[in-house]
């Protein structure tokens, strides 16, 4: 009675995997959709809608200035109220600082302990340490890989990967700010996040590069501006 109770429940969950598995191999998630996969191809969906949301705006900005009933005042304080907000292209002397992961092995430099898997990549603080000193160093506009920064945007890391304005980015990292050379480097030199940073460039061999470049023309930014939990003043 209990052998033919055995073969009995066997038989149900042979049955019900057939059923599930509809011919297909259960044992793998060959078939199944992986998390980054879907990541990167909402990453590229979204540089799409980007650049569909720049060219309306073109067409919008286009109508608008052939009637608008506005003055000269206004159109310069609308002109201003632009390149701060990051929607206009901003040109100039600049630097770009390029973050990266250490060499595959890497190993310690002599007089420093074994690294750990933390201390051989890039973090979101690392990151979020250059950009904040770049604006206390009077950047007149920042891009980060090839999105310009707004007042909105969100410097994010999961694992090491940069999550930013709903797109996906792999090391290395380039930041690219627009001002005055001498400042920007000055402000990178006088962050203690840095100096910190640079203890481990030392150590276990990240990545830290700073350039310079007589002119450059960072692009405005092309996202949606709208709010979706903060609400404008007055």
Same mark, same amino acid.
Request: hydrophobic share 40%; aromatic share 6%; charged share 20%.
């Given at each position: 009675?209990?052998?033919? /109770?055995?073969?009995?429940?066997? +038989?149900?969950? $042979?049955?019900?995997? $057939?059923?599930?598995?509809?011919?297909?191999?259960?044992?793998?998630?060959?078939?199944?959709?992986?998390?980054?996969?879907?990541?990167?191809?909402?990453?590229?969906?979204?540089? %799409?809608? &980007?650049?569909?949301?720049?060219?309306?705006?073109?067409?919008? &900005?286009?109508? #608008?200035?052939?009637?608008?009933?506005?003055?000269?005042?206004? &159109?310069?304080?609308?002109? /201003?109220?632009? &390149?701060? #907000?990051?929607?206009?292209?901003?040109?100039?002397?600049?630097?770009?600082?390029?973050?990266?992961?250490?060499?595959?092995?890497?190993?310690?430099?002599? +007089?420093?302990?074994?690294?750990?898997?933390?201390?051989?990549?890039?973090?979101?603080?690392?990151?979020?340490?250059?950009?904040?000193?770049?604006?206390?160093?009077?950047?007149?506009?920042?891009?980060?890989?090839?999105?310009?920064?707004?007042?909105?945007?969100?410097?994010?890391?999961?694992?090491?990967?940069?999550?930013?304005?709903?797109?996906?980015?792999?090391?290395?990292?380039?930041?690219?700010?627009?001002?005055?050379?001498?400042?920007?480097?000055?402000?990178?030199? #006088?962050?203690? #996040?840095?100096?910190?940073?640079?203890?481990?460039?030392? /150590?276990?061999?990240?990545?830290?590069?700073?350039? %310079?470049?007589?002119?450059?023309?960072?692009?405005?930014?092309?996202?949606?501006?709208?709010?979706?939990?903060?609400?404008?003043?007055?």
């Amino acid at each position: 009675m209990l052998s033919a /109770a055995v073969f009995a429940l066997a +038989g149900l969950i $042979f049955v019900t995997s $057939f059923n599930t598995a509809k011919g297909t191999n259960i044992r793998t998630d060959a078939s199944l959709l992986k998390l980054s996969d879907l990541i990167q191809q909402r990453s590229h969906k979204n540089a %799409e809608l &980007d650049q569909s949301t720049a060219a309306v705006r073109d067409d919008v &900005d286009s109508l #608008a200035q052939r009637d608008n009933g506005s003055t000269k005042a206004q &159109d310069q304080q609308l002109a /201003a109220l632009k &390149d701060a #907000a990051g929607t206009e292209k901003v040109t100039g002397k600049a630097v770009t600082v390029t973050l990266n992961d250490a060499p595959p092995n890497a190993t310690a430099a002599p +007089g420093y302990p074994a690294p750990q898997a933390n201390d051989l990549v890039i973090h979101q603080q690392d990151l979020q340490a250059v950009v904040n000193a770049l604006w206390q160093g009077g950047a007149e506009g920042i891009q980060v890989m090839d999105q310009r920064l707004i007042s909105t945007s969100a410097v994010r890391c999961v694992g090491n990967t940069l999550i930013l304005q709903g797109r996906v980015y792999s090391p290395p990292y380039k930041i690219t700010a627009v001002g005055d050379t001498g400042k920007l480097r000055g402000a990178l030199a #006088a962050s203690p #996040a840095i100096q910190n940073y640079q203890l481990y460039v030392k /150590a276990y061999g990240l990545g830290w590069k700073v350039d %310079e470049h007589r002119a450059m023309t960072l692009p405005g930014y092309s996202g949606t501006v709208d709010l979706h939990y903060a609400k404008p003043v007055g």
